[in-house]
């Protein structure tokens, strides 16, 4: 299917009375993970628009340009309010974030399953077991502020066992920039996998910072604080992957693409009959959007689809689902890799200076470090960490339940000084 060869099926204006914005919320007791995930994308997605959006329009000064892109950016403001309000009010922050990175786990596995280009596979490997740790700990977190086991929350589709241990995650923000695209024609899958996952986390980091300031204890401030430093290293680093030499309204073009798929994917794979009418009606306003971005790109470019997206055939669609054996895989072949500048070594044998040096200026006392010391806390108070494993760790050094281990990913940090 191509998108610029469709027409939206309702006519008439992009806009709806305060009725149709109110929403039922899911059931959080009973929707499907996926679900409250793929809203969680999308309220990404839409926010990525619409802060591109306010971009464009502030660096340019055609007022008829700015007002059509005005006029996008309040239908997009529109979708992200109904996206926001399917989450239910008794739905907590902190299973909210469970969500949070069961997306980020299983988004940016199956993504890197699709692309084509090595540089983006390697980048989506590298974070995935970062954020597959951030889930091990905020759902350690939800045990020991709760007594609510994460494993319901995800429905046993994603494990719940140590990545990448949180505490290696910190690195030098040189070290977090990319080889963007730079092919004339980047294969489509490639285009829309840097956009959805750069878009994905960015909601991650943003809700993380909000997170922090409205939370009442210290602890999990300080978790959601220092997680959501590294997930602005994984919004750079997939940001870095973009094509840069594209003009605005090429861009423009592009995130209503990747919109139109993306919708058009949850359509496809929604498994709720209710949610699936939303994502319909989401994907006909979206092709208007489309349209419009595609004749500003005419009429102030003289460019046209082909020039911007030569293949805009969908690829098949964008599926979240379990992705424990290919976690599992890139866990036990790459758990001790860190960035250097652009590309990835093994700490053991090449670690960066960069990274030795911002190791030691961050973590140093390591008991500053929240994402370890709570760990610690919940294995005294219990005897040993919460896990949802279907086999041992495929690390073994991460197997040790009684104990967090600060050392893999960090090597020579621990010989050397702790």
Not at 92 to 101: K, P, R, V
Not at 147 to 170: D, F, M, N, Q, W
Request: aromatic share 12%; with cysteine.
């Amino acid at each position: 299917m191509n998108p610029f060869k469709m027409r939206p099926e309702r006519t008439g204006d992009l806009f709806i009375d305060w009725e149709k914005f109110w929403v039922k919320p899911y059931n959080k007791n009973e929707v499907n993970p996926y679900t409250r995930t793929r809203i969680i994308l999308m309220n990404g997605t839409e926010f990525e628009n619409v802060w591109f959006s306010h971009q464009f329009s502030r660096s340019v000064g055609d007022d008829e340009l700015r007002r059509k892109l005005a006029y996008i950016r309040k239908s997009e403001q529109q979708q992200q309010k109904i996206l926001t309000h399917l989450k239910p009010a008794d739905e907590s922050a902190l299973e909210h974030t469970i969500g949070y990175e069961q997306l980020a786990v299983d988004l940016t596995a199956h993504l890197a399953k699709r692309v084509n280009d090595k540089n983006i596979k390697s980048a989506l490997d590298f974070a995935l077991l970062e954020d597959f740790d951030h889930l091990y700990r905020y759902a350690d977190y939800l045990d020991f502020t709760t007594g609510e086991h994460a494993e319901k929350l995800v429905g046993g589709y994603t494990e719940i066992t140590p990545g990448r241990p949180t505490i290696s995650h910190h690195r030098h923000p040189y070290d977090s920039i990319r080889y963007p695209m730079t092919d004339k024609c980047p294969a489509t899958m490639d285009v829309l996998a840097a956009n959805v996952i750069t878009a994905a986390e960015q909601q991650t980091m943003n809700y993380y910072m909000n997170t922090a300031a409205l939370w009442p204890d210290e602890m999990g401030r300080r978790l959601y604080q220092e997680i959501g430093m590294v997930e602005e290293q994984h919004v750079t680093q997939y940001g870095s992957l973009l094509k840069p030499c594209m003009s605005r309204l090429e861009n423009l073009l592009v995130h209503q693409y990747v919109e139109c798929w993306l919708y058009w994917s949850c359509y496809e794979t929604e498994t709720d009959t209710r949610i699936r009418g939303i994502w319909q009606f989401m994907f006909e306003q979206e092709l208007k959007h489309l349209h419009i971005a595609l004749e500003l790109l005419r009429q102030y470019e003289k460019k046209d689809w082909q020039d911007v997206i030569p293949d805009a055939e969908f690829p098949a669609p964008l599926v979240l689902e379990s992705n424990i054996e290919y976690v599992r895989c890139v866990l036990g072949s790459t758990v001790n890799d860190t960035a250097c500048r652009e590309r990835y070594v093994d700490v053991r044998t090449n670690a960066p200076e960069t990274f030795i040096r911002y190791q030691r200026l961050v973590n140093d006392p390591v008991r500053n470090v929240m994402s370890h010391t709570f760990i610690e806390d919940y294995i005294r108070k219990n005897g040993e960490d919460y896990r949802f494993e279907v086999a041992p760790n495929p690390v073994p050094e991460l197997r040790d339940r009684t104990k967090d281990n600060i050392c893999v990913g960090r090597q020579p940090l621990c010989r050397n000084r702790y």
